[in-house]
């Protein structure tokens, strides 16, 4: 998904020389074009970019006193864009992303901008990592408080079981004793400690049969009981690894991701 950028520059043609090189990375969308310090103030607040290219003297108030008037849940990773380097310490110290000096030379900005993505990919890779666990933890902390009455009906999915065939007789697998659910074809198969069972049942079918606040869709072909999950990683295709206490190791998806946050509103 491409960065958001709002540029900010008294002066048109310094605007534009910005907004035109990021258009053509390809890797940034420019949410806005501001001309002073108000109104600068305004877009990001309204529009909450990823990126702030900001000048550093414009009539009025100027580009640090953008900074010190954005918040710091407002505050975007700035990139300073000014024709004189005498401003450059004290850029750093309100922890400016990086300073570039007009005239623009293009490798530079290229530089600047490659380390910006880099930069915005990790905030955003570190904050699903905290929003991911803490869906997990949710749903974990939901079916410890459930209760575990095998044969309760009428109580909620939580306290049922779920009755499978093996070797002749009907057992019924508790919900509560589940570690995840895997697709095979036209079948589901439980897997319950060292022990497994053969469904015939589909995806669907067996999600409605759970606890959606404490079994989680995580893949196409996998359903997993949040309580077994040990640990969350992710990986460079965007994709995650959920590691359970067995030591087995599944996949959740980017389709599957979003359902997940949104357990605890926060998707």
């Known amino acids: 998904m491409p960065l958001s950028a709002v540029v900010v520059d008294d002066e048109p043609l310094g605007r534009r020389g910005i907004v035109s090189r990021l258009r053509r990375s390809g890797a940034v969308d420019v949410v806005a074009e501001c001309g002073n310090a108000r109104e600068a103030v305004e877009a990001v607040r309204r529009l909450r970019p990823d990126l702030l290219f900001l000048d550093v003297q414009m009539p009025g108030e100027d580009g640090f006193d953008v900074v010190g008037a954005l918040e710091a849940t407002d505050a975007p990773h700035v990139i300073f864009v000014t024709a004189h380097d005498r401003y450059a310490v004290e850029a750093f110290r309100v ?17 600047a901008l490659a380390r910006a993505v880099r930069r915005v990919e990790e905030a955003r890779e570190s904050d699903l990592g905290r929003r991911m666990a803490a869906a997990f933890a ?28 093996s070797r002749g007789k009907i057992m019924f697998v508790r919900h509560a004793e589940i570690d995840w659910i895997e697709a095979e074809g036209d079948y589901v198969r439980l897997h319950a400690g060292s022990r497994s069972f053969l469904v015939r049942e589909t995806m669907a079918g067996a999600e409605k049969r759970l606890d959606s606040r404490r079994f989680l869709r995580i893949h196409r072909s996998a359903i997993v009981n949040a309580e077994r999950v040990r640990e969350l990683s992710s990986l460079e295709n965007g994709d995650w690894s959920v590691v359970l206490q067995d030591g087995k190791t599944l996949r959740l998806s980017r389709t599957f991701r979003a359902a997940v946050e949104r357990l605890t509103g926060r998707g």
């Open 95 to 111: 922890r400016a992303l990086d300073y570039l000096v007009k005239p623009i030379d293009d490798e530079r900005f290229a530089e």
């Open 138 to 165: 949710e749903a974990r902390r939901v079916a410890s408080a459930a209760p575990s009455e095998p044969f309760a009906r009428g109580r909620g999915k939580a306290e049922l079981s779920w009755p499978v065939r």
